[in-house]
């Protein structure tokens, strides 16, 4: 199949497999010209590994700790009128570079928010692993159904106490909008917590120090956001923010466990950047592409792999002391420092405040988003002939 991008809303519907590979294959190079992280993690688990933050995570832990590394996600095979999805393709990639570089790697795709699921994975690790070192929990899924209640739970993106309007980004048509969002009923702020809160994470943890899979010092790291004012209304001051207030208080009742055994529970608070689930929030697109515009200019821009990177070699690992692991006065590890900066923050205020259809490709970089858009999904990497016919039936080497 010849593979072109299909863009429908905020997601590509297609995914190049020989794409995603060389996204991969740039992220593996990157962090092994870092050099390896000193005292890093040997054993890790990657729930959420296919794309994003987790993909990242698991590529980190592998290549730049040299980890072995255990990915569950959920994710689509080929079928004969439909491409994979990108995280199949991605973690087809990472499984086979792994395994060449002569590194353990297993994934299970199915719905990570499942009692068996995590059956299934604490047997594999009992069975190959003994323990794991590091847990990493990186989901990002709209819905969510409860493993004990069988009740469906869906997320939303709205404000809470009064609907909230200010500009956004159409990318079908590069142009400034407007948009309003109604507030959220209670319900669903309850609904967006147990989908997006801490209650899976905290439960993941619970399996696994049950049956003994925690080793002693393992440190269990979920990722957050928190943002500048602009988005505040809608973020985290809004269901999203509730969940991830949730997220952050269910990270210190398990810091006061895993400290017990030498260990750490955290929440890192990552920057903004171009992902599948961020694409469909409003507001933060436009900020996002003001923001990059910014930091590229200052030097400082940041992918998910150089986060991630920075993540382990400067904040958990490198031989500090895990009761050393630097953390804001609530707790959380911050890797989101560079765009929280003063002189970026008010750099990027000041652009908000004039961006229109006038000027935006002059004050954003539009085009830099979507090229990390579409790559994504395996499409605009160098090297890669996209006039080729190339096989959508991928298999995942280690998938159980």
């Not at 997220?247 to 990552?270: I, Q």
């Not at 992902?275 to 409003?282: K, L, M």
């Not at 911050?334 to 765009?339: Q, S, T």
Request: a neutral charge; proline letters at 4%; glycine letters at 8%.
């Amino acid at each position: 199949m010849i593979i072109k991008p299909k863009i429908r809303g905020f997601i590509c519907t297609t995914a190049h497999p020989v794409g995603c590979a060389r996204h991969v294959a740039e992220q593996i190079e990157y962090v092994q010209s870092q050099g390896l992280v000193a005292n890093g993690p040997k054993k890790v688990l990657v729930i959420g590994a296919s794309t994003g933050y987790g993909l990242a995570s698991r590529i980190t832990a592998a290549f730049a700790c040299g980890a072995a590394t255990i990915g569950v996600f959920f994710e689509k095979s080929a079928d004969a009128k439909r491409t994979a999805t990108a995280g199949w393709y991605n973690s087809a990639a990472f499984e086979e570079a792994a395994h060449k570089a002569g590194l353990y790697a297993k994934s299970f795709n199915g719905d990570a928010f499942s009692d068996d699921m995590r059956r299934v994975v604490c047997e594999a690790i009992k069975k190959d692993l003994g323990q794991v070192d590091c847990v990493i929990y990186s989901l990002a899924s709209p819905r969510r159904t409860d493993p004990k209640t069988g009740e469906v739970y869906k997320s939303v993106l709205k404000p809470k106490g009064k609907p909230y309007t200010n500009k956004s980004i159409d990318f079908e048509s590069n142009t400034v909008t407007s948009v309003t969002l109604e507030s959220a009923q209670e319900e669903e702020i309850r609904q967006t917590i147990k989908v997006m809160g801490g209650e899976d994470w905290q439960l993941w943890i619970e399996a696994l120090a049950e049956q003994n899979l925690l080793a002693p010092n393992a440190v269990t790291v979920a990722y957050s956001y928190i943002g500048p004012d602009v988005t505040t209304p809608v973020y985290r001051n809004g269901t999203i923010g509730a969940a991830k207030d949730d997220l952050e208080v269910t990270a210190h009742r398990l810091d006061e466990r895993m400290k017990k055994v030498g260990g750490r529970a955290v929440v890192s608070v990552n920057k903004a950047l171009v992902t599948q689930s961020s694409s469909a929030i409003p507001f933060i697109p436009l900020y996002f592409v003001l923001l990059m515009k910014v930091m590229k200019v200052k030097g400082v821009h940041e992918d998910c792999i150089h986060q991630i990177y920075r993540l382990m070699a400067q904040r958990l690992y490198n031989n500090r002391p895990l009761d050393q692991v630097p953390t804001d006065p609530q707790g959380r590890v911050r890797v989101d420092d560079y765009e929280m900066r003063e002189d970026v923050q008010s750099e990027v205020g000041k652009l908000w405040e004039i961006v229109a259809n006038e000027n935006l490709s002059q004050i954003a970089d539009v085009q830099g988003y979507n090229s990390d858009f579409l790559k994504l999904f395996g499409f605009g990497l160098k090297g890669v002939d996209y006039e080729a016919d190339v096989p959508t039936d991928v298999p995942i080497a280690g998938l159980s």
